[in-house]
């Protein structure tokens, strides 16, 4: 089974700063997916950015970046000039690439706050 | 084109009571997939349809259920309600183009007193 982890519960970053979320994933698959999901008060859940995991150019949206290290199982999104709007909750997933089946694995997410 | 739409957003029920939430997916989007959050546990894969067939179900007692019709609406009925099934239930919808992205609706805050 496919699990997907998200060691920092909590984190914080000063206005036009740059934060890195960090995200593994214990999967014995080789083609997948790995996406970060932003999940403002709202409750609404965002994607932000996706990742091929058979495609060695790490994705970039404006401002969200990636890391993806296949090897290390690691998957970090960089925020670059923090805004406000950029404060909530942070899910990675992970999603087996099979004919079927849509399952997301999510971790326990990360709550970033933007501060003034 | 409209969202994912859940209805009802919030919804209180007793224990032991059923309930049953809609969701309504992206028009021309067959895959429908249904997620619980709670604070303790995080986002869990309940069921996903496709075409009116359920593809895929996670690892939820048999009082969880669900179903989709024709036109890709999906319904999830829980009964027997538990305290412990309070959470906001996630539906999601995708087109299966190759490389999908799930879009998520607002949710349905169920709260079982």
């Known amino acids: 089974a496919q699990t997907v982890t998200q060691s920092q519960p909590e984190m914080s970053v000063q206005e036009a700063e740059t934060v890195t979320l960090s995200c593994t994933y214990d999967?014995?698959?080789?083609?997948?997916?790995l996406f970060w999901y932003k999940q403002p008060p709202s409750r609404q859940m965002i994607l932000v950015i996706r990742q091929e995991a058979y495609k060695q150019q790490n994705a970039t949206e404006n401002r969200f970046s990636v890391n993806f290290q296949k090897a290390a199982k690691s998957f970090s999104l960089k925020i670059s000039d923090s805004q406000l709007g950029d404060t909530a909750m942070y899910f990675c997933a992970f999603m087996k690439h099979q004919g079927g089946s849509e399952k997301l694995v999510f971790g326990k997410g990360t709550k970033l706050t933007v501060n003034p | 084109k409209a969202g994912v739409t859940q209805t009802p957003r919030y919804l209180i029920k007793t224990r032991g009571q059923q309930v049953t939430l809609s969701c309504s997916p992206i028009s021309g989007h067959r895959s429908v997939s249904w997620y619980q959050q709670t604070p303790g546990q995080g986002l869990q894969f309940l069921f996903e349809y496709f075409s009116e067939t359920q593809r895929n179900k996670g690892n939820f007692p048999g009082r969880f259920s669900g179903r989709q019709f024709s036109n890709s609406r999906s319904e999830m009925n829980v009964s027997t309600l538990e305290l412990g099934d309070s959470a906001l239930y996630l539906c999601?919808?995708?087109?299966?183009?190759?490389?999908?992205?799930?879009?998520f609706g607002q949710g349905t805050r169920l709260t079982v007193v």
């Open positions: 999601a919808s995708s087109d299966r183009g190759g490389f999908t992205e799930a879009f």
């Open positions: 999967t014995s698959e080789s083609n997948y997916y």
